[in-house]
Nanobody
């Protein structure tokens, strides 16, 4: 059973930075994708950024391009989301999710494609 543990959320002022971590365990296959999703109150959950373990292909939703960076440490089965220049509209519960993925050239980032989910971590951007 795949387990995902998120950390790094918190309260930050607009313009500040946070780094989220997602540590994955409980699987034996080498090829997978991990994504970060977020859900704000009253809104649907959306894909923020996803990365493939195969070749490091990434996806970013338009509102975070240029501000967020996703990266991976395959040896540690950990994915990071560096969030800079945070805005109040980034406030949400952030979830990481996992799926088997052997493709290359792109990273899937639709929430319904992902099978395993972490418990979520709150990110609040407010002055």
């Amino acid at each position: 059973q795949v387990q995902l543990v998120e950390s790094g959320g918190g309260l930050v002022q607009p313009g500040g930075s946070l780094r989220l971590s997602c540590a994955a365990s409980g699987f034996s296959y080498n090829y997978y994708a991990i994504g970060w999703f977020r859900q704000a109150p009253g809104k649907e959950r959306e894909g923020v950024s996803c990365i493939s373990s195969t070749d490091g292909s990434t996806y970013y939703t338009a509102p975070v391009k240029g501000r967020f960076t996703i990266s991976r440490d395959n040896a540690k089965n950990t994915v990071y989301l560096q969030m800079n220049s945070l805005k109040p509209e980034d406030t949400a519960v952030y979830y990481c999710a996992f799926k088997r993925w052997g493709g290359s050239g792109w990273a899937p980032c639709g929430q319904y494609e992902y099978n395993y989910w972490g418990q979520g971590t709150q990110v609040t951007v407010s002055s």
